[in-house]
């Protein structure tokens, strides 16, 4: 589907953050144009140190935007008070790299569950109702909520830390799913199976994934509509095989021929 049919839904006009001052300035990201549209797959590629966190950070409010505007279905974003900001985080969620960072220590599983179910307005729901969407999110991600009730986050294995993080994802239902690297933690078996479940996610509630790695070859693979950064500047953006097929900027080429078996891997010929 052409993106004119698409309603907007994230968009950013010049957004640039810089870190410290003088000496140690760093422009992290670097007048950044984008238009994200609803239900699309996009993954912003790029080197260590090429702003994608960045990015992420101040898409996700964050961090402060040093210039420039990011616009949520064209308006422009006032996230300015703590109840704004509530707000758009209920639209907006992110899983990391590291799970483990992702989860407070002291909360027992079904607490992080429920959170989710009291943050999307169901607090007043009856114990066995709740109890019912938890195995529901669990079982989605192929985790069994009876063997999880009792458990702490860190008496998990990454992979099941990863699942837990997308049942969390389940409940709460967001707009938009940022996602930083995250899969790189995990051996490439169940990172397949990540990106199967977030995919179906993405069918079922319709959302729009920003999907955020150093690998090309994998951006190729998920992605609709991929952004190459390099120092902090977007130097190249489209479908995705527009972009990897095609690519035109040097940095795109070289992050490819870096990826030299990408033409035998994904197949191209069938695509
Ligand atoms: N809090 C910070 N203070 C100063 N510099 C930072 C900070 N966060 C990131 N940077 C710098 O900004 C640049 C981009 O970093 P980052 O967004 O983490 O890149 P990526 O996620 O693509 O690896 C790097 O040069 C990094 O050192
Ligand atoms: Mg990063």
Request: charged content about 25%.
């Amino acid at each position: 589907m052409s993106n004119k049919n698409k309603p907007m839904c994230l968009s950013g006009k010049g957004v640039t953050k810089i870190f410290g001052h003088g000496e140690k300035k760093t422009v992290a990201v670097d007048n950044v144009d984008f238009d994200f549209y609803e239900g699309e797959l996009i993954s912003i590629v790029g080197e260590s140190g090429s702003g994608k966190t960045t990015l992420a950070k101040m898409l996700l409010g964050l961090i402060n935007v040093t210039e420039g505007e990011i616009y949520y279905h064209d308006v422009l974003r006032d996230i300015s008070t703590r109840k704004k900001k509530k707000e758009y985080w209920k639209e907006i969620q992110a899983i990391f790299q590291d799970p483990f960072s992702s989860f407070n220590v002291f909360s027992k599983i079904d607490r992080v569950l429920l959170d989710c179910i009291n943050m999307r307005g169901g607090r007043n729901l009856p114990m066995a109702k709740k109890i019912e969407m938890m195995t529901e999110a669990c079982s989605f991600v192929n985790l069994k909520f009876e063997e999880l009730t009792n458990k702490y986050p860190f008496e998990l294995s990454g992979g099941q830390m990863q699942r837990l993080m997308i049942a969390r994802i389940f409940l709460l239902k967001p707009k938009i799913l940022l996602a930083d690297e995250p899969t790189s933690m995990i051996d490439a078996c169940s990172r397949a199976t990540i990106l199967d479940m977030l995919n179906n996610l993405r069918n079922e509630i319709g959302m729009t994934i920003i999907f955020i790695t150093h690998d090309i070859g994998l951006a190729y693979y998920i992605s609709d509509t991929v952004y190459i950064m390099e120092h902090g500047k977007v130097v190249e953006f489209g479908s995705a095989d527009e972009v990897i097929l095609n690519p035109k900027a040097e940095y795109t080429k070289r992050l490819i021929s870096d990826v030299p078996k990408i033409n035998e891997e994904w197949d191209l010929s069938t695509v």
